[in-house]
């Protein structure tokens, strides 16, 4: 499970009191000369990361993250087509018109046709990463058609034969708005596979695939696999199949060059790490999902190892029905002196298990194998490039993490240049009323938003359990939002528990108050700025937020816990009484932890599409031109370092990490050096 950011609040935070601060032997003054930002389009601002202290790893550990960076580069072309069917013919022929048209540049439809490309990176595809819907060019076709005439022909992909038969598929997708109109559908009512451009499901209904599933679900045992997540479910002949994504299977061109890096990792790899890399290398060359099992038990039990990874099929967020993952890879190494922290919060887990507000039958008797630590991002791939999240809980299959534990991290070195490249930019005066509440923000801000990631992925992910007979996947489309609900929930409630002063963790309850004010005004309101006017709220973390925030306020109402306030024309939301809504995040836990527990689908619809859905229209509008004012772009994602081997006499005596010049010209390698798909896949 992925903490996405939330950039809205990270906006105004502070990094006086930031906990990767810059270490003894770095000057101040190479802290405040790095160059932060690299690109503005449209919605986004596109970062770089620092990798602090890769260079005192020792050559061992940076010859492994040299190639497991390799391996999360090579998988990059299977999120493009997961996405949509139509992503890499679609990029590619972008791609080859950015690159050899020759006529005017400085045409204000070739600026459109600029930032429509930008997009399709950064969303990798052409459906908004954080909405969903499908983005409509800003350039005419005729211009599409012009620009492509001018290149040659040979520079365009040929999967569907010549380019005017290219040009007949992918230009209604493109200019269509009634064609593939949103890549995840989960409006209720409707076919969620046949009203969603996503491309885990080729010809096949709702009820057929849920069915399907349903029956291989009733084969579970105490060791159940994950069934769907790593084919594609496909209609041949009348007949439902999966088509594997496995080395000689679906997506085979791509996974047989991870499997190669994966190689090479292991070959450098300890004996511990060797056989978590061979049993993801068993799983990619087999597709067996018991496979799958294997490696996740033996990765969350490896809580030593200084560098670390994701790899594979992993979050389900992009199927309305939760079976199926999107391929993603995260290489990092562990900050040792932040981890600190997330050690107190690990070593107190049965601590937090045991007294939190759920019903006692749905606590966990003996918490097993949870681990928590810091890390610096070393490299990102599929699903987490170019946005990526800021904490991470794995394995996802509730078996696991009962039986064996779970693993999460903080990645500090991302929220690091979050908040570097927003400093000064308005926020906070703009949307926080109360002077005390601005204070508090600006004193405890980052510390209260690491509190909440470490709470969050730590112990919220991996609290609670099933009740007997309940698989985990009941909840169908609402199962991720509510799951989102539950960490968050958890993490919110214990910020303000007197335990958190007493294990050090955090000087007084001002760092919750700080979270609280900025979360509910965040949920209610601030996150209305990255959704479009008229639409309803379609990502899962910020259905989350929202149904969170308005729930509270509709719950608090009698007592004036939550209040909108108005001030010269514009709204506020104000938090009274910090202590009722600690106690509201308690109640709203009890439920949500029964409702995941008890797969009670019919409840979980009813809160999410009551509270998490809907937008009100004149507040969404207010909250738009209020942010466009300040010029703030709502989303931000990264480019990625350059590892350069340095090499003697045949042998790696050194990595070099650099950074890149910028993100067009790091879309363009990756492309040129690292497109293995064809433009059709089957």
Request: charged letters at 25%; proline letters at 4%.
């Amino acid at each position: 499970m992925k903490k996405g950011l939330i950039v809205l609040t990270m906006a105004f935070i502070s990094s006086a009191v930031f906990s990767c601060r810059p270490r003894p032997q770095e000057p101040q003054a190479v802290q405040e000369q790095f160059d932060w930002i690299v690109d503005t389009f449209d919605d986004v601002k596109v970062l770089r990361y620092r990798v602090t202290d890769f260079d005192r790893l020792p050559l061992q550990q940076k010859t492994l993250i040299y190639y497991l960076s390799q391996a999360a580069l090579c998988g990059r072309d299977i999120i493009y087509d997961q996405n949509c069917e139509y992503n890499l013919p679609i990029r590619r022929t972008l791609e080859a018109v950015y690159v050899g048209y020759e006529g005017d540049r400085n045409d204000p439809q070739w600026a459109a046709f600029e930032k429509y490309l930008k997009k399709v990176w950064f969303a990798n595809g052409i459906h908004h990463h954080y909405s969903s819907d499908k983005f409509i060019p800003g350039f005419s076709e005729e211009y599409f058609d012009m620009l492509v005439a001018s290149v040659p022909e040979d520079r365009f992909p040929h999967d569907f034969g010549s380019v005017e038969e290219l040009m007949a598929v992918i230009k209604p997708v493109m200019f269509d708005p009634s064609v593939c109109p949103v890549r995840v559908n989960q409006a209720a009512g409707v076919d969620l596979l046949q009203t969603s451009a996503m491309n885990y499901y080729d010809g096949v209904t709702q009820r057929e695939a849920e069915a399907f599933y349903g029956r291989l679900a009733k084969r579970a045992g105490s060791e159940p696999l994950s069934y769907g997540l790593n084919s594609q479910l496909a209609k041949e002949d009348g007949r439902l199949v999966e088509r594997v994504w496995k080395v000689g299977g679906m997506y085979s061109p791509a996974l047989e060059k991870v499997v190669y890096w994966l190689e090479k990792a292991a070959g450098v790899a300890d004996e511990r790490q060797k056989e978590i890399i061979e049993a993801l290398i068993s799983f990619y060359n087999t597709g067996d999902l018991a496979e799958y099992n294997r490696f996740n038990i033996l990765w969350v039990q490896d809580t030593v190892s200084t560098v670390d990874f994701v790899n594979g099929f992993t979050e389900v967020y992009g199927d309305p029905l939760g079976y199926k993952a999107s391929w993603e890879s995260l290489v990092n190494f562990r900050d040792d002196e932040a981890t600190l922290r997330t050690e107190i919060i690990s070593d107190n887990a049965q601590w937090f298990e045991d007294h939190s507000p759920i019903q006692d039958k749905y606590k966990k008797k003996e918490v097993k194998g949870v681990s928590a630590k810091v890390i610096n991002a070393a490299f990102l791939g599929g699903d987490c490039y170019p946005s990526t999240p800021i904490g991470i809980n794995l394995p996802n299959a509730d078996w696991i993490r009962k039986e064996y534990g779970s693993k999460s991290v903080t990645i500090q070195n991302i929220t690091q240049a979050y908040a570097e490249s927003s400093k000064g930019n308005g926020f906070l005066e703009e949307f926080i009323l109360r002077p005390e509440d601005r204070d508090r923000i600006k004193l405890y801000g980052t510390l209260a938003d690491n509190m909440h990631t470490d709470l969050h992925e730590c112990l919220g992910h991996g609290s609670g359990q099933l009740a007997p007979g309940v698989n985990g996947d009941e909840l169908k489309q609402y199962g991720s939002v509510l799951e989102e609900a539950r960490a968050d929930l958890f993490s919110l409630y214990y910020m303000a528990d007197p335990k958190m002063v007493e294990l050090g963790l955090v000087p007084d309850v001002e760092v919750a108050k700080a979270e609280y004010a900025s979360y509910i005004s965040n949920g209610m309101m601030t996150q209305l700025a990255r959704v479009e006017l008229g639409k309803d709220i379609e990502q899962t973390h910020m259905r989350n937020r929202q149904m969170i925030s308005r729930w509270a306020y509709d719950l608090g109402r009698r007592d004036n816990v939550i209040e909108l306030v108005d001030v010269d024309g514009k709204t506020y939301v104000v938090v009274n009484d910090f202590d009722k809504l600690r106690s509201l995040f308690g109640r709203m836990l009890r439920e949500v932890q029964r409702i995941k527990s008890e797969g009670d689908f019919f409840a979980g619809r009813k809160l999410v599409e009551k509270y998490g859905v809907k937008v009100d229209p004149v507040l969404h509008a207010q909250v738009l031109e209020r942010y466009g004012a300040l010029g703030i772009q709502p989303y931000a994602g990264f480019v990625n370092p350059v590892y350069t081997p340095v090499m003697e006499g045949g042998e790696i005596v050194d990595i070099e990490c650099g950074y890149p010049a910028g993100y067009v010209e790091q879309m363009l390698d990756y492309s040129s050096r690292y497109s293995y798909l064809p433009s059709v896949n089957k």
